[in-house]
């Protein structure tokens, strides 16, 4: 069934390939995105950009006052620096925004609603569970239910999360397919002129599109690190699973 989609967009490889697949496969209805405060809000040009290159409108919804009040995230608090390592260490929880998905997917239900939208898509997946609870799919499945109690007898609106249960790589597989300009997106969570590549998300960018045989012209200030990042993780994960059982001890 062909879908009129408000898609949550960020301006990052993820966001941006779910909006040029809801462009291909269903009514691609405009882009939302959200300033909540992040240190990296240069990725809202690039949702602009995409919105003018898919021809849709785009809307930009002020939260900084929400965001003022989610502290202790390295993404809303200065003084709290972005770590850099594979996306799935321990340290990366330091990124959660508490609720972030939360509050913005109940303002695009709202907003989709009101425009006779039938489904709000966000760019969640698989790669996401181990670090943020509102990507996972349990909150996916709550999340929907709650809204069509909060919708009832007002609109049917639908949460498109066609990510959900996939990898990064199969994202940027995805992107691959659509045509997704990769160097026209941003996901850099330390919003310094160009890429850092050496962030959590820069590593699992350069890794997902390694993986994919996607060609990534994005400007990285360090191209190489994900490597040193997969390897190292790769290297805790072995050790973790070899270690000897303490209570056996």
């Not at 972030?100 to 698989?126: K, P």
Request: charged share 20%; with cysteine.
């Amino acid at each position: 069934m062909t879908m009129k989609t408000i898609v949550v967009c960020s301006g990052g490889l993820d966001s941006v390939t779910l909006a040029y697949k809801v462009a291909a496969e269903h009514k691609l209805h405009s882009l939302i995105s959200f300033d909540y405060g992040q240190r990296h809000k240069k990725e809202l040009d690039y949702a602009a950009r995409t919105a003018r290159d898919l021809g849709v409108k785009h809307h930009i919804v002020d939260l900084t006052s929400v965001g003022a009040l989610l502290g202790g995230s390295s993404l809303t608090s200065d003084d709290i620096d972005v770590p850099d390592g594979h996306y799935a260490q321990e340290t990366m929880r330091i990124t959660v925004v508490p609720n972030r998905n939360a509050i913005m997917l109940a303002v695009a239900f709202g907003a989709a609603a009101s425009a006779g939208a039938d489904a709000v898509a966000t760019a969640v997946h698989g790669g996401d569970h181990f670090i943020y609870p509102d990507c996972r799919p349990d909150f996916i499945n709550a999340f929907g239910a709650m809204q069509n109690h909060a919708l009832e007898g007002v609109k049917d609106v639908s949460l498109y999360t066609p990510f959900v249960h996939v990898s990064k790589a199969d994202i940027a597989l995805e992107a691959g397919r659509l045509g997704v300009p990769i160097d026209l997106t941003w996901s850099c969570y330390k919003g310094h002129d160009t890429h850092c590549g050496r962030c959590g998300t820069c590593v699992e960018r350069r890794e997902a599109l390694e993986l994919a045989c996607v060609k990534d012209p994005t400007v990285y200030e360090d191209r190489e690190y994900w490597k040193q990042a997969h390897a190292e993780h790769v290297a805790r994960k072995f050790a973790s699973q070899n270690a000897p059982d303490s209570a056996s001890n």
